[in-house]
């Protein structure tokens, strides 16, 4: 098969098929992040994936801010694909779920869908709904019983973004190592921050 690979703002290599966790930058995650914008582009401003992770972590306990902050992290490097495009991309799916499983190896955290983040992504999914779609009229099935914040969003510039998300995860790492926290058991394999 043709060797599928991107080159990130690093400079690294990651195959697209089969993602080491040592291809894997956070710097490569935020900019990337930063440089997205949510739903497709179709919103009254720009706001990115990396701000709507901010978000999903702000809501969350201490103990899994991390795996908020990192829950998209794989459309650093794959893209975001919207959700109704998405389910029709199987593909899409594998692809993006292999690299969910190296950032989680990357960062020794469990990226696996846990209820907590979910609930804090419809959260936050809600509240960009409520303030960045203002004429989107249909009511969305998955979010029937879904509050958003009481706070609104004001979107960031990439730049700012990027550099926010960046400040978040060191600080959370910082944390996870003065207070360490039940993260993802992969073995005895050390990773490198």
Not at 13 to 26: A, K, N, R
Not at 41 to 56: D, E, N, P
Not at 81 to 94: G, H, I, M, R, S
Not at 142 to 168: A, H, N, V
Request: proline letters at 5%; a neutral charge; hydrophobic letters at 40%.
């Amino acid at each position: 098969m043709k060797n599928l690979s991107i080159t990130t703002r690093s400079g690294r290599q990651v195959d697209l098929l089969d993602p080491q966790y040592s291809q894997i930058d956070i710097g490569d995650i935020a900019h990337g992040l930063a440089y997205q914008c949510r739903f497709n582009g179709q919103t009254s401003r720009f706001y990115s994936i990396a701000q709507h992770s901010l978000m999903v972590a702000s809501i969350l306990p201490d103990h899994l801010k991390l795996a908020g902050l990192l829950h998209d992290a794989a459309e650093a490097y794959v893209g975001d694909v919207v959700q109704p495009l998405k389910v029709l991309l199987p593909e899409y799916q594998a692809i993006e779920n292999r690299f969910t499983q190296a950032i989680g190896l990357r960062f020794n955290v469990n990226l696996d869908h846990h209820p907590e983040v979910k609930q804090a992504d419809l959260i936050a999914l809600a509240t960009e709904k409520r303030d960045l779609l203002p004429r989107e009229r249909c009511d969305w099935d998955l979010l029937k019983g879904i509050k958003p914040l009481d706070r609104l969003t004001l979107p960031m510039t990439p730049e700012q973004s990027e550099e926010t998300f960046m400040r978040t995860f060191f600080a959370l790492l910082e944390a996870r190592q003065r207070k360490p926290v039940k993260t993802a058991n992969y073995g005895s394999q050390l990773l490198a921050a």
